[in-house]
C-alpha cells in the first residue's frame, strides 16, 4: 500500500470517528460523551505507529506520553462548562478554556521535567 493511500485511510477513519461522535452527541449527549471519552484516537494512534513501524517500545512510550497528558486536559472538561453556566458566550469560553489547558500542559511538562520524568 502506498504512503499516500495510507495516509488517506488513517484520515477517513480518524475523521470518521470524529463525526460518528458529533452524530451520536446530537441524539444523546450521554452517549456521545460515553464514545467520545474512550481513548479511540489513542488506540488508532497505537495501531497506525505498531502498523508503520512494528515498534513496540515506541507504541509504550506514547502511551505513557498520553497518560502524563490526559491529566491536564481534563482543565478543558472543568473550565468550559463553569464558564458557559455562568453566562460567558460560547466562544469565549472555549477560546478561554484552551488557553487554561495549555497552561495546565505546559505546568505539566515542567513538573515532570522537575522529577526526571519522560515523556
Do not use: C, H, N, Q
Request: hydrophobic share 65%; no cysteine.
Amino acid at each position: 500500500m502506498s504512503a499516500l493511500v495510507e495516509a488517506v485511510l488513517k484520515v477517513v477513519v480518524t475523521s470518521a470517528l470524529v463525526v460518528a461522535i458529533a452524530e451520536l452527541a446530537k441524539r444523546s449527549t450521554l452517549f456521545g460523551a460515553l464514545l467520545a471519552s474512550l481513548p479511540l484516537t489513542s488506540v488508532l494512534a497505537f495501531i497506525w505507529i505498531w502498523y508503520d513501524t512494528g515498534d513496540t517500545e515506541k507504541v509504550a512510550r506514547l502511551a505513557t506520553s498520553i497518560f502524563w497528558l490526559v491529566l491536564p486536559s481534563l482543565v478543558l472538561f472543568l473550565v468550559l462548562p463553569a464558564l458557559l453556566r455562568t453566562g460567558v458566550p460560547f466562544w469565549p469560553s472555549l477560546a478561554s478554556a484552551s488557553v487554561a489547558t495549555a497552561v495546565a500542559y505546559f505546568a505539566m511538562l515542567k513538573l515532570l521535567a522537575l522529577f526526571e520524568i519522560s515523556t
